[in-house]
């Protein structure tokens, strides 16, 4: 009986033995064979260009778009960066202003603290020049030909003159972002067409279609087409918020206008019950 167990144990042994000598040279084989394609994807991966090796390539005008391209695009996040940050500070000393104001007794102690902390915001600054303006027509009547008409006329006039400069000055830089996010795009078509123009003349003067003499024009047309899209969009997307963000500040500026012009011509003092803000349809 042992012998026949060893004799099985003897039989197994050598069939798992020629099983993993075979496998073996299995593995060897499909190894060795499979080199050559593992070396060349890995020369390829490693061969492949990026985008400035694209851009490199190209010619003056393809160069020179990429020049305009990044030019637009540091404009235009500086705007927003830049307009984010001023936005929030209006923002900010607008509230504290007014707060003091519907919290002061009359538009003397206004004018008091705007004398001492001084005007740094629109409705600051669009309350001292009113009340300047009512004070002054009052005292010196129209003493030149823009002072004429009545005081209620002159103050009128000040308010719509300071709410069209507060205006003006919360549009600054508008405008060249409407210009950068609808230009941008069209700048990257240019360049893309630029590129499969160079395509076609090296498809055609060549005797044969070459994928390594045209992956480069073709390539420098993508990449126009990307930075273009890169440039636009965030230009587009600031200029809706900002002038979002604008059309309700000036609303609230208006309803303060309005406010504030009942005060200067009937002479009621500031009701400490009045809101802060009056609310304003976005």
């Known amino acids: 009986m042992s012998e026949v ?13 020629e099983s993993i000598e075979s496998t073996t040279a299995l593995v060897q084989e499909a190894t060795s064979s499979a080199a050559p394609v593992l070396t060349e994807m890995a020369g ?9 090796e694209f851009i490199a390539q190209s010619d003056m005008v393809g160069k020179a778009l990429f ?6 695009s540091l404009t235009s996040w500086y ?16 509230e504290r202003f007014l707060q003091q104001f519907w919290a002061a007794s009359s538009l003397e102690q206004v004018e008091n603290e705007i004398a001492t902390h001084g005007a740094n915001e629109p409705f600051s600054h669009l309350a001292s020049h009113a009340i300047h303006a009512r004070n002054h027509h009052e005292k010196y009547g129209a003493v030149r030909l823009e002072e ?5 006329a002159f103050v009128t006039r000040t308010i719509r003159k300071v709410i ?28 893309t067409v630029w590129g499969v123009y160079h395509a076609l003349i090296g498809i055609g003067l060549s005797d044969g279609v070459s994928i390594s003499r045209i992956a480069g024009p073709v390539g420098e ?11 636009a969009i965030p230009a587009v997307l600031a200029y809706n918020a900002f002038v979002r963000t604008n059309r309700v500040y000036l609303a609230r500026l208006d309803a303060f206008a309005h406010d504030l012009f009942t005060f200067l011509t009937t002479g009621q003092q500031v009701s400490s019950k009045r809101p802060a803000t009056r609310a304003a349809q976005a």
């Open 67 to 72: 020049v305009i391209l990044v030019l637009m």
């Open 221 to 231: 047309a993508l990449v126009m087409t990307g930075l273009g899209l890169a440039v």
């Open 164 to 191: 069209d400069e507060e205006t003006a000055k919360l549009e600054n830089g508008l405008t060249v972002l409407a210009s950068i996010g609808s230009t941008a795009p069209f700048v990257g078509l240019f360049g």
């Open 44 to 52: 390829i991966t490693q061969e492949q260009p990026g985008m400035l």
């Open 79 to 94: 705007l927003i960066f830049v307009k984010s940050i001023t936005n929030w500070r209006i923002g900010r000393r607008s």
């Open 148 to 152: 004429k008409g009545s005081t209620n």
């Open 5 to 17: 167990l060893q004799s099985l144990i003897t039989i197994v042994a050598q069939a798992a033995s």
